[in-house]
């Protein structure tokens, strides 16, 4: 008899201590940085360091969904129009005075230690195979550490060892790293917004701060007005961005 | 008429309204030094070329926009003295009415510059900015006059069908009268896209063009176009037989291979092959200079009617700092005529002296004889200039 007390209180107890699954925890955080809606817009504000060498301030204007984004700088007030075009693979950068838009490679990065894909929404579940290998207390915040590898070379990073708040199920720290296994730079993510989707109040980024692994270099990124918002097609049509 | 029904429409439901405009001013100076033994243009009597300018130019760009509609002006007005005249105007280099008629489907109006292709030296996929505004790098290009119909049923398509009614604010209502069709396909990382131009009383322009992204660092492009020129200039090689105007060409290719590599740190070099069967072969082209130097009336003929590019076959090379940076920028260029063996050094570096102000520099070096595309009509050029960010 006490045995099978001891059986079916288990079958209660159990599924409440089951691991959660790492694709849905991806999915939680990537909304949290603009991911998974059907699309996105907000202002950003980046700030970038290399050593004591402090770059100019830039702002953007960023409209994005999973597969595209369209950066615009307003300030500083002399590259104002500036357009960096994102689909797939394929950025384009457009200005006022250009006879045309021009290819441009990721390698030619927007602000300092930002990449291009830093500065779109995220979609690491659709880019990513994760796996979670531990749980970890990050400034005294429970996280489940989570391993990703690119499902493809699409992907701005090759692996991520991704940190996801217990509680909140957003992205608290990164570690990106190359294919050998180096560790490149590392990020981290406050959320102070807050966005509306589907009747909910969802927390949303509000800074991130991303340091280079081997020199005094970091950048700022600073969100705001971010705001749920459907983004047609045409608005990332190459013949349209003038 | 649909088209105002369709504005009024969107007009009516005001929705939210967003404005904003910007502007720059430029002043500038350019210096050239003009070959007095120029074959094409024997002491500066039939070009009429200023030995220097300067300059005063101001750009502005106006949108209003709500979710529907969005209205955009760019005019710009100009003052510019040289040591024989003065010049001022005011144009519109670019306007445009866009209703987003449905999520895929939007409708245009105005004055826009439908530039295509990747190409930095010359566009050959480009029927009306063959030369990407190279002739005259300090102007901005302006637009044509069109109607647009755009389809973006997804991410990777674009189909446009737009009718030209004029070309804009250039002289030469060239394109008055016109079709264009235009489709564009986007994969994972290349992109492509053809173009069909007919022009009333005209063969067709037919272009195709790509680029592909090896990695992150290498990308392939290409451009390849067939075409007719009107008022084609014809040089025999035998240089006893006269200039003909042919009015309309036959039919030729004209095709671009390019490679770009991109450096860590951003910089970036290009190397480009351009064949262009309109331009003349070696002996035709030195038969061209030889008439030139004729008379008068023949050196008019010559430069007149040229073709684009004089030559058939060029190597263009580029070397350039990132782009994407906001603070400074450099690029080297240089241009190599395969067919006659001249040669074109061109550098441009700017800087910006504060959050509005930018100082720059465009400087180009043309070596080679009074007989050769490059050299024939001036040796070297400088332009120093300044420009302010508004507001």
């Known amino acids: 008899m006490k045995n099978i007390l001891i059986i079916i209180m288990l079958c209660f107890v159990s599924p409440a201590f089951a691991e959660p699954d790492a694709q849905t925890l991806l999915q939680h955080a990537d909304r949290a940085r603009g991911g998974g809606l059907p699309g996105v817009v907000w202002d950003m504000r980046l700030l970038s360091r290399d050593g004591d060498k402090v770059a100019e301030e830039q702002r953007l204007r960023v409209s994005s969904n999973n597969e595209a984004s369209v950066a615009e700088v307003i300030e500083p007030v002399r590259s104002k129009g500036t357009k960096l075009l994102q689909v797939e693979h394929n950025m ?18 927007m602000s300092g230690q930002a990449s291009n894909g830093d500065i779109a929404a995220t979609n690491y579940a659709g880019d990513y195979e994760g796996v979670i290998v531990s749980t970890e207390s990050i400034d005294g915040e429970s996280c489940y550490v989570l391993d990703l590898t690119a499902r ?91 | 008429m649909l088209l105002a029904v369709l504005v009024s429409t969107a007009f009516a439901d005001e929705g939210d309204w967003r404005t904003s405009w910007d502007g720059t001013l430029y002043g500038y100076a350019n210096r050239q030094s003009l070959r007095s033994d120029s074959v094409l243009n024997p002491a500066n009597q039939i070009a009429r070329l200023a030995p220097s300018s300067t300059t005063l130019e101001s750009r502005f760009n106006f949108k209003a926009e709500n979710e529907a509609l969005r209205l955009t002006l760019r005019p710009i007005v100009l003052a510019q003295k040289s040591n024989q005249t003065g010049v001022r105007e005011a144009y519109w280099s670019q306007w445009q009415l866009r209703l987003r008629a449905s999520e895929a489907l939007n409708l245009a109006a105005g004055r826009e510059v439908l530039n295509l292709g990747v190409a930095q030296f010359r566009s050959p996929s480009s029927p009306f900015y063959f030369d990407n505004g190279r002739a005259n790098p300090m102007r901005e290009l302006s637009g044509v006059d069109a109607l647009k119909l755009s389809w973006n049923p997804d991410l990777q398509h674009t189909l446009m069908l737009a009718r030209i009614n004029a070309s804009g604010h250039v002289a030469q209502n060239t394109w008055r009268d016109s079709w264009l069709v235009k489709l564009d396909q986007r994969g994972e990382r290349w992109s492509a896209g053809m173009v069909v131009l007919k022009t009333a009383q005209r063969g067709a322009f037919l272009a195709t063009q790509g680029q592909f992204s090896l990695n992150d660092a290498w990308l ?24 003909t105007i042919s009015s309309e060409s036959a039919r030729k290719l004209t095709g671009l291979a390019g490679l770009a590599y991109t450096l860590e740190n951003g ?31 023949n050196a008019g003929l010559a430069l007149g009617l040229a073709p684009q590019l004089l030559g058939r076959d060029f190597l263009h090379l580029v070397w350039q700092t990132n782009l994407m940076e906001s603070s400074r920028y450099a690029r ?9 063996g001249g040669d074109e050094l061109t550098g441009y570096g700017e800087i910006s002296v504060s959050e509005r102000v930018s100082a720059y520099l465009l400087a180009a070096l043309n070596a080679g004889s009074a007989r050769q595309e490059f050299s024939s009509l001036s040796r070297n050029s400088v332009t120093l200039g300044v420009k302010v960010a508004l507001p």
């Open chain 2, 267 to 297: 910089q970036s070099l290009n190397a480009e092959y351009l064949h262009d069967a309109h331009g003349y072969t070696a002996a035709e082209e030195g038969a061209y200079f030889q008439r030139a130097a004729a008379s008068h009336q």
């Open chain 1, 92 to 109: 384009w950068l457009t200005r006022p005075g250009l006879s045309k838009p021009i290819p441009v490679s990721p390698r030619q990065r």
């Open chain 1, 152 to 242: 493809h070379k699409r992907t701005t990073y090759d692996k991520i060892r991704y940190y996801i708040s217990v509680k909140g199920e957003v992205g608290v720290k990164a570690e990106f790293y190359s294919l050998s296994g180096k560790l490149l730079k590392t990020a981290r993510f406050d959320y102070a917004n807050f966005i509306e989707y589907q009747g909910r109040r969802i927390p949303f980024v509000s800074r991130m701060v991303i340091r280079d692994a081997l020199i005094d270099a970091e950048t700022i990124m600073e969100f705001g007005g971010a705001k749920v918002k459907k983004i047609t097609v045409s608005e990332f049509d190459l013949g349209q961005m003038q």
């Open chain 2, 332 to 340: 080297l260029m240089l241009t190599h005529s395969l067919t006659d």
């Open chain 2, 220 to 243: 392939m492009y290409g451009e390849l176009a067939s075409s007719t020129r009107i008022n084609s200039l014809n040089s025999l090689p035998d240089s006893t037989q006269p200039f």
